[in-house]
């Protein structure tokens, strides 16, 4: 079962930050924050991880809580090619498990 | 870089008919995966190799998937017999780093 808990739809203005929320209360020391999208009829696409530090990228911004228990994904400008659902995962990367245990992930709609 | 390279883009066939899915991972990678979509259950990891040996192949729903990948460019997903309800989106995606897969775009199979 999926360790992240994530809105299932949000909406954001065009040009707004879009601020994308996940709690994940249960993560373990070792485990890494990861930030996947996935627009309509493509393949996922990767974004963004970290595991305590806040992360930027050209892409988006992670911030995580001084207590690892949830997570914010920050898309400064949207667009409405940013239109997508967005995943939170959480896993540990080391070793030979590449397993990722993906929920359902939120709809965000990005409006003129 | 292509990318990673499925094949086909869809496929429609008739129940109890052999189907064969093929992926070819970006070079150098070292991981490839193979993923399932649908509506209802999201995504599901399949199986994963590493190094073109099977790592884990728990997400495999029965006999009927089997999934080959004899040298490091290249992978195949069999279905046989095919049913109705395999009918999903088959992704594949491979990796270097624990930290990013890159996704396919995707095999859209319909079983009548």
């Known amino acids: 079962d999926a360790k992240t808990t994530q809105p299932t739809s949000m909406d954001c203005a065009e040009g707004r930050a879009a601020n994308l929320p996940c709690n994940h209360s249960t993560i373990s020391g070792n485990e890494y924050v990861y930030w996947y999208r996935q627009i309509h009829s493509q393949g996922p696409q990767y974004i963004i991880h970290?595991?305590?530090?806040?992360e930027t990228n050209e892409m988006a911004s992670l911030i995580i809580t001084e207590d690892r228990k949830s997570s914010t994904l920050i898309l400064p400008h949207a667009t409405l090619r940013d239109t997508a659902v967005y995943y939170c995962i959480v896993r540990v990367a080391a070793g030979n498990n590449r397993k990722l245990i993906w929920g359902l992930g939120t709809s965000l709609a990005v409006n003129p | 870089d292509a990318g990673v390279i499925q094949s086909p883009r869809h496929e429609v066939t008739e129940m109890g008919q052999e189907v064969t899915l093929r992926c070819k991972p970006i070079s150098g990678h070292d991981y490839l995966f193979w993923y399932r979509q649908t509506m209802m259950r999201g995504l599901e990891l399949l199986i994963y190799f590493n190094n073109n040996v099977p790592i884990d192949d728990s997400g495999m729903p029965e006999d009927r998937f089997s999934a080959k990948m004899p040298n490091a460019s290249f992978s195949t997903l069999k279905i046989q017999p095919s049913e109705p309800r395999d009918s999903a989106v088959y992704f594949c995606?491979?990796?270097?780093?624990?930290?990013?897969?890159?996704f396919g775009s995707g095999t859209r199979l319909t079983v009548v």
């Open positions: 970290g595991l305590k530090n806040n």
């Open positions: 995606a491979s990796s270097l780093t624990p930290y990013g897969y890159t």
